[in-house]
Each structure stands twice: as C-alpha cells, then as structure tokens.
C-alpha cells in the first residue's frame, strides 16, 4: 500500500491503543478506589463496585475518552487471529466516535479494505501491544505520543512534497515556538496540518513549570483528511484543542471570525495560487493591501494579523521569494507593512529543511505593538521603527544525505538573540553580529526598495587577518597549486605503467 494510505490504517491503531490504555488507567484506579474501605469511592459489593468501573461519567470528568465495552484494546487483541478483525477494529472506531461527541467524523473506519489482510491487521495490533508501547505500569503514556509523532514524520518523509499539507519538521516547529514563547494565552494556527505547532507549544508550556490550562488552542485546517489527523493527533496528547466543526478554509470560512490571539502560528502553503482571491475583494482582512490571485503569501500575512491581538505576534513560515518579489502588487503590500511598523522580525532559514523540496524558506514574526510588551510581558526595549533581520542560513546539520535540522543550541541562539534584541532576555544584552544579525531602522529598508532579505541588512563576517603580506601569500599558493600539477602528472605516469604492465601480462 502506498503511505499515504497506510498512514492512516497504522495512526488509526495507534490512537485506539493510546485511547484504550488511558482509560484503563483511570478504570484501575477506580478499581483500587472501589476496593479501599477507607475510599470514598468505596463498594461493598462486587456489583456495586462494577456499577462505578462502567460508569461513563467517571471517566469524561477526567478527560479520559468512554471506551465501550468488547471494543477496548485488549478485547481486539483477544481477537487478533481471527479472520473477521477488521470489522471488529471498524466497529471499534465506530463505537468510540458514538460515545464521544468530540471525535465523530474524525477516525478512520477502512480496515475491511481489500487491501488489508486479517492477518496485517492481526500483526499490527500485536506490534502495537508491546510493552515498551505502554511503558511501566503506564506511567508514562506520552510513549504512544511520541511514537505517533515519529510516524507522522516518517510519513512526512515517504510521502515528499505531499507531506507538508499534514507536517511541518519538528526542528522548524520549535524554533517557531521558542522564539514566540507562549506561556499562557491563546494560541491560533489557520493552517494547523496534523497540530504539530500545538503539540509543541503544551510542551514548552510544560518545560516551563506551566500547565495545559495556561493556553488555549485554535485552530483550522482545509484537507479533511489532514483535519482529522489533526484531531487525533491533539486527542493522543490529551490537548483540548477547537478546530471547528469540520474542516474549512480559513479564508472562505473562517472558523473563528472573532478570535484574536496572543499567538498566531502557523507553516501555510507556499505561493498558493488556487485560493481563490478574486472572491475577496474589499474583505477587511486586507489593511494593507489585496493580495493577488495568484499568491496567498500576503493573504496568509494579514490573515494572521487580523486574528492577532493588539500586544500579540505571529510567527509563521514562508517561500523566500515573499521577501522581495514585486509582482502583482506584493511590494506595495510589503511596504505598507513596514511603514505601519508591523513587521518585527525576519529570519532566513538554511535550504533542505523540508521533505521533499528544496526551496529556501524564512521565518516571518509581526506585531502591531513595539511598545515596552511583547506577548503581555514587559520589554525594555522601544522597538517601533525598527525591525530585527537573522541570517540563519549556514546553521544547522544534516541528518541524512537530503534533510537538515537544528540543533537544541542551534534554535536557542536564534532564539536568545530575538528575545535579546526585544528586551524580553533576562541573560543576554543585544549587539549586532556580522553575517549573522542586525536591528535595522525603517529609514534603512526604504533605502532598499522595502525588500526584507536578512542578507541584505547584516552584512558579512570580517575576514581573518592573518598578517601575511599578499605577495607572500600569492607566491606561496601559486607554489603549492604548481606542486599539486606535479604529483598529479607523477600519479598518471604510475597507473599508465602500472595499466600497461597488466594489459602486457594479460596477451601474454
């Protein structure tokens, strides 16, 4: 089967064995509860006590998914060698989407495809009962996540060009989040794929001694497909997150007209030309400018700023080319951008960040409020009139021969150094760095024609001195390149002999 359609056939499994072990957890604590006289929850008999294990309500209180009776994991596992176990994962997913309201229309109910035997599906759902899956005594249930997010990026990685309408590299995904630090708030992503930017956004809030209740998440998603991932993905982490009603398009049906965030994140697609513009005219959306038909980069911008609150930001990945291109308008717009000083800060990411395309990619981060806050913090900066360009395209590693990522270092050093330059960093005091970063004044892109291209505006890196007298050094190179010509026609004398002596032997 091709990925694309198996993806959903192994994250479907996946997320019933992680829905499936939650819920026991919470019924084996009930069951100590019920057991312990010195419980509340405490029931004499065994009746009484089986009357509290199934209750629903036990467990929706906790934010635990009702799993029904005979179609709980191990009820399917009991069942995996029979022939009939893909109408039983089916019903399965059928009778989860009936008891939670939250999840119809969402899980994928394709396991009596011809395509599938009794006996993969049988496979699977052995692989997926190991106990490494589960981990001690289900401590830690953030295993399944994890691994429904290693395959989303495997996925990612087979599907190509495909992969960036559910996925977004994980590296990219926490630079996004480091830089706009979203403690507590509302978080917004238009175009949110599979929830990658939430699922990394609960963990910041996490690493930051924060709970999940400090933000609050949005988001909307066009692909049906990609919308339910979305919300399996955010269910597998225990994130309540409202995606609307069904899947939309956020410029033609905006799920969430009223909603201004404190953070607006988001990867939208590249230079998409089927959005279907020319049905916007005059829509309040674009302040500074309508975009063309033929673009969606500088919809997507003041889509994002539209829905931003008046001290939040947004951060959100696009093409390089809408850094400088001046067609259909798209200049006009960006000046207007910058002239109302709403265009915070840029940064130019290395090439083969992403799956299956090369081209070169940029972080945009807009606000309308430079001010003393950023995001509800204070700031000792004054930024207004000034924007921040980070040239960040010789940092990074390859991990394989095609794709690049950050490292943990790699992100903080962005990171640290736009927090620094806001005012924001506790640590660090901003100073402009040659071929790396500058804080540049309006008056400065004017001067360059309002293109925002980082290399533009942070100049090189001094080259070394290394107190070598040119003529010196022009005379030393023109003996080594001269030496180099030597052993080279040496070498080819040697494998010609070396090539005649075996030809000779080989008449002989």
Not at 327 to 333: A, D, L, M, T
Not at 489 to 494: A, I, N, W
Request: with cysteine; net charge negative; charged share 25%.
């Amino acid at each position: 089967m091709d990925s694309a359609v198996y993806k959903h056939v192994v994250l479907g499994l996946i997320f019933l064995k992680y829905v499936s072990d939650t819920f026991m957890v919470r019924h084996d604590q009930l069951r100590r509860l019920v057991s312990d006289p010195t419980s509340e929850y405490f029931m004499p008999s065994e009746a009484a006590k089986q009357s509290v294990l199934e209750d629903r309500d036990e467990y929706t209180a906790e934010g635990v998914f009702w799993i029904p009776q005979g179609h709980r994991w191990q009820d399917l596992r009991n069942a995996a060698k029979q022939p009939d176990i893909g109408k039983r994962v089916d019903a399965a997913m059928e009778a989860i989407e009936r008891d939670n309201p939250s999840l119809r229309g969402v899980l994928p109910k394709n396991y009596t495809q011809r395509e599938l035997s009794a006996e993969a599906i049988g496979g699977l759902i052995d692989t997926f009962s190991r106990q490494d899956l589960a981990s001690e005594e289900f401590k830690d249930l953030d295993v399944l996540g994890r691994v429904y997010e290693y395959f989303l990026g495997q996925f990612a990685s087979k599907e190509g060009k495909k992969a960036g309408e559910f996925y977004t590299p994980r590296t990219i995904v926490q630079l996004l989040v480091e830089m706009l630090q979203p403690y507590h708030g509302r978080v917004l992503d238009p175009a949110c794929g599979s929830g990658g930017m939430f699922v990394q956004a609960d963990k910041f809030v996490a690493a930051h001694g924060g709970s999940r209740n400090d933000i609050s998440v949005f988001g909307q998603e066009s692909n049906p497909t990609t919308w339910r991932l979305a919300k399996m993905n955010l269910a597998v982490r225990g994130i309540d997150g409202n995606l609307g009603p069904e899947w939309a398009d956020s410029f033609h049906a905006d799920a969430h007209p009223d909603l201004r965030a404190d953070f607006v994140i988001a990867n939208p697609p590249f230079n998409d030309s089927n959005w279907a513009g020319e049905r916007l005219k005059g829509d309040v959306r674009w302040k500074y400018g309508t975009p063309p038909p033929q673009n969606a980069n500088y919809a997507w911008l003041q889509h994002f700023l539209h829905h931003c609150a008046p001290t939040g930001t947004v951060g959100t990945v696009l093409a390089n080319g809408s850094l400088s291109s001046q067609q259909n308008g798209e200049g006009e717009i960006r000046r207007a951008m910058v002239e109302a000083d709403v265009v915070e800060c840029i940064v130019a990411l290395p090439p083969q960040l992403f799956y299956g395309t090369q081209i070169p990619v940029c972080l945009w981060f807009l606000t309308k409020n430079k001010i003393g806050h950023a995001n509800g913090l204070p700031a000792s900066r004054d930024r207004r009139g000034e924007a921040l360009f980070i040239d960040a395209r010789q940092i990074g590693h390859m991990e394989g021969r095609t794709l690049r990522a950050f490292s943990q270092d790699d992100i903080l050093r962005i990171a640290d150094t736009y927090h620094a330059w806001r005012g924001t960093s506790t640590s660090t005091t901003y100073v402009d760095q040659p071929a790396f970063c500058r804080a540049t004044r309006a008056a400065d892109i004017a001067g360059h024609d309002y293109v925002l291209t980082p290399g533009r505006y942070v100049g090189s890196a001094e080259a070394e001195d290394d107190s070598e007298p040119l003529d010196e050094k022009v005379s030393r190179l023109a003996t080594q390149i001269r030496e180099g010509f030597a052993r080279r026609e040496l070498l080819q004398r040697r494998v010609t002999t070396a090539l005649g002596a075996l030809v000779s032997g080989t008449d002989g």
